[in-house]
């Protein structure tokens, strides 16, 4: 019954591979996000997007592509992997309609470039 | 671009002392919402604060929004050990449509020695 699952909770790759991040929300909201965490715990928003229409597309190296197939998912391809792409990322979506409601984060997946 | 100043970084305090961290917004915010993060785990949504002045109460827990939505407080009465993790503000923007954007201040670790 998780709400906002992300896959795989860890990934260990070496330097210029390609990786996905895959992102399903349950909770039927219109908007998912990307975040990275970095090693001093700051929590930075990458991209954004609402019904599959990117709307953030915060100061990210293009080696990043985010995708949404549909409202539940959104995808986080990573090209030529990096020692400083090395980070906890984490999906999160949300609703816009009632007051209450905060971004509920997935698990997030723990990225190390080796 | 906007930013979202949080101090202190860290708070050590024994079981049963109060903790306050505070919160403050270069832009004023359409709502501010507080996260928290225990180690090793993903930032979990507390509350949202949206009118200006408003104050919310959580058992011990007590969140303020400044009168110029600019800035926010937590405050924990008589800390217990199972408040330990890292507790971090958001503020909410918005540019117009549905272009929102929450960015996160840089959290506060609290520590709570028993």
């Known amino acids: 019954d998780t709400a906002v699952s992300q896959t795989p909770k860890y990934l260990v790759t070496q330097m210029g591979n390609d990786k996905s991040i895959k992102c399903e929300q349950n909770?039927?909201?219109?908007?998912m996000y990307w975040y990275k965490q970095d090693s001093k715990k700051f929590l930075k928003i990458m991209f954004s997007?609402?019904?599959?229409?990117?709307?953030i597309n915060e100061t990210v190296p293009n080696r990043f592509s985010p995708k949404s197939p549909d409202k539940a998912h959104l995808n986080l391809h990573i090209n030529s992997l990096e020692l400083g792409d090395s980070a906890v990322y984490f999906c999160?979506?949300?609703?816009?309609?009632?007051?209450?409601?905060?971004?509920?984060f997935g698990s997030g997946t723990r990225l190390t470039v080796v | 671009g906007q930013q979202v100043m949080q101090i202190p970084q860290y708070q050590h305090v024994q079981e049963g002392e109060d903790f306050t961290t505070y919160c403050n917004s270069s832009?004023?915010?359409?709502?501010i919402q507080w996260y928290k993060q225990r180690p090793g785990g993903h930032p979990v949504f507390l509350i949202q604060?949206?009118?200006?002045?408003e104050v919310k109460k959580q058992k011990r827990l007590t969140f303020q929004f400044g009168e110029a939505k600019k800035n926010s407080s937590l405050h924990i009465t008589a800390t217990q050990t199972t408040d330990v993790g890292t507790y971090f503000c958001?503020?909410?923007?918005?540019?117009?449509?549905?272009?929102?954007?929450?960015?996160f201040g840089k959290g506060t670790l609290l520590t709570v020695n028993p």
């Open positions: 604060l949206v009118k200006s002045g």
């Open positions: 832009t004023t915010l359409s709502n």
């Open positions: 997007y609402n019904n599959k229409e990117l709307i």
């Open positions: 958001a503020g909410l923007t918005n540019s117009g449509g549905s272009n929102y954007k929450l960015t």
């Open positions: 909770l039927g909201h219109d908007t």
């Open positions: 999160a979506s949300s609703r816009w309609d009632s007051p209450n409601y905060g971004y509920t």
